[in-house]
């Protein structure tokens, strides 16, 4: 199963991602996380990327469609993954149209989340609060005000993305507004039409 998880900043692109893990065994392939890692590990990457992350802008495509290019053939991704934030641009979804095909692989699903924007907020807050309160690191972005440079980012950059998909037959929208299990089960139901699309 190969997917993409789309959806703004805030939509619980990660919690759903971490569920589709346990469900079908593959990896979760966030983009936010390992650019994240390369900043803390300051590697000629993370040292680009720290500014550009910190102000809730986009990094190159450049950058990510190489960390992903790599990261796809590692052995754990021979059967399939799930991209979180990635791709985010057009130019980054014609990227990972070229690097499947060059592969000979094909995305089974790209799974839309759709939240409305003032909960968005709400959620950054509490994920930031959250992870204080585990005693883990808060993430520099995860405030209103960056947050609303993340936001027109994503209304500028990747909901053209939905259209892309749409086209394509491969969009799947989730009312990602209910309770996380329900949530959960519509991305379930959605992907079994999917794979009886595929069958
Ligand atoms: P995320 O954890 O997905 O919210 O990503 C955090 C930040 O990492 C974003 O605000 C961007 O600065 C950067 N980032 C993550 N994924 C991408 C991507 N696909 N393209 C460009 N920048 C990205």
Redesign the pocket.
């Known amino acids: 199963m190969r997917l993409i998880l789309l959806g703004p ?1 805030g939509a619980g692109k990660g919690t759903q991602a971490q569920r589709l893990v346990e469900t079908y065994g593959i990896p979760q392939l ?4 390992m ?2 890692a390369a900043v803390a590990a300051k590697t000629p990457v993370g040292l680009k ?1 720290k500014a ?2 910190d102000a ?4 190159s ?1 450049a950058i ?1 469609n190489a960390i992903v290019a790599e990261r796809i053939d590692q052995p754990d991704c021979a059967s399939g993954f799930i991209l ?6 057009l130019p ?1 979804a014609d990227a990972v149209e070229a690097m499947l095909a060059e592969r000979r692989i094909a995305l089974d699903a790209v799974v839309e989340l759709v939240v409305d924007d003032k909960a968005l907020v709400g959620r950054i807050v509490k994920r930031a609060e959250d992870a204080k309160a585990a005693g883990q690191p808060v993430r520099k ?1 995860d405030n209103p005000e960056v947050f609303e440079e ?1 936001l027109r ?1 994503y209304y500028k950059k990747t909901a053209p993305l939905t259209g892309y998909y749409y086209a394509k037959g491969l969009l799947k929208t989730v009312d990602g507004m209910t309770p996380i299990d329900a949530v959960t089960k519509q991305i379930g139901e959605r992907l079994k039409s999917a794979s009886r699309a595929l069958a």
């Not at 809730?56 to 990094?59: F, M, N, T």
Request: no cysteine; glycine share 12%; aromatic share 4%.
């Open positions: 900043p966030s983009t936010g996380d650019l994240r990327a550009v992350m809730g802008e986009l990094v495509d990510v979180d934030g990635y791709p985010r641009t980054q972005d993340r980012e």
